[in-house]
T-cell receptor
Framework: AQSVTQLDSHVSVSEGTPVLLRCNYSSSYSPSLFWYVQHPNKGLQLLLKYTSAATLVKGINGFEAEFKKSETSFHLTKPSAHMSDAAEYFCVVSPLRGTGFQKLVFGTGTRLLVSP | EAGVAQSPRYKIIEKRQSVAFWCNPISGHATLYWYQQILGQGPKLLIQFQNNGVVDDSQLPKDRFSAERLKGVDSTLKIQPAKLEDSAVYLC??????????????FGPGTRLTVL
């Protein structure tokens, strides 16, 4: 079975400082990994995804994540936080399958707070 | 392009009443998903359709929840009768439908259900 653990329920940063949101995964298969963002009263939006290509993945809005198989981690980073980054972030795992269909398993989320 | 549409956005009902949610996926997307997101948790998959067939409904409480996608396009999710613990945001998502684990899901804004 596959699962993800988001190590922090809340992260607080100041505008202009780096962001680190931590995620560890467990999967019996070679997984696909995703980060989604959810702004209040809006739908989930894909930030980036890893699907067994380059281990450093660049996403939208300056976010990136690095797949580390030895550490079973997929942490999300951004060099400089912006006020508009304040939202809920979800780490998501899905096993790569040769047949059958994708099934996403979400973490519990990390709320990012950005102060001026 | 138009995103995933859902209605209504908000619904308040009393326990034991019934309720229905509607979803219209992105045009051309073969796969449609319904998720339940309880406050403070990540979304949990309820049911997944490929065209008008069910791929996965293992986490759907079938004694009270039902869903259909008769023409392989839009879908309805029904709860009858509702319980207090059904209070949640119900998210619809769609994807192109490839068997790759990296198939991207696009989410609608959700329907917030409150059961009193």
């Amino acid at each position: 079975a596959q699962s993800v653990t988001q190590l922090d329920s809340h992260v607080s940063v100041s505008e202009g400082t780096p962001v680190l949101l931590r995620c560890n995964y467990s999967s019996s298969y070679s997984p696909s990994l995703f980060w989604y963002v959810q702004h209040p009263n809006k739908g989930l939006q894909l930030l980036l995804k890893y699907t067994s290509a380059a281990t450093l993945v660049k996403g939208i809005n300056g976010f990136e994540a690095e797949f580390k198989k030895s550490e079973t981690s997929f942490h999300l980073t951004k060099p400089s936080a912006h006020m508009s980054d304040a939202a809920e972030y979800f780490c998501v795992v899905s096993p790569l399958r040769g047949t059958g269909f994708q099934k996403l398993v979400f973490g519990t989320g990390t709320r990012l707070l950005v102060s001026p | 392009e138009a995103g995933v549409a859902q209605s209504p956005r908000y619904k308040i009902i009393e326990k034991r009443q019934s309720v229905a949610f509607w979803c219209n996926p992105i045009s051309g997307h073969a796969t449609l998903y319904w998720y339940q997101q309880i406050l403070g948790q990540g979304p949990k998959l309820l049911i997944q359709f490929q065209n008008n067939g069910v791929v996965d409904d293992s986490q759907l409480p079938k004694d009270r929840f039902s869903a259909e996608r008769l023409k392989g396009v839009d879908s309805t999710l029904k709860i009858q009768p509702a319980k207090l613990e059904d209070s949640a945001v119900y998210l619809c998502a769609s994807s192109f439908g490839g068997t790759s684990g990296g198939d991207t899901q696009y989410f609608g804004p959700g329907t917030r259900l409150t059961v009193l």
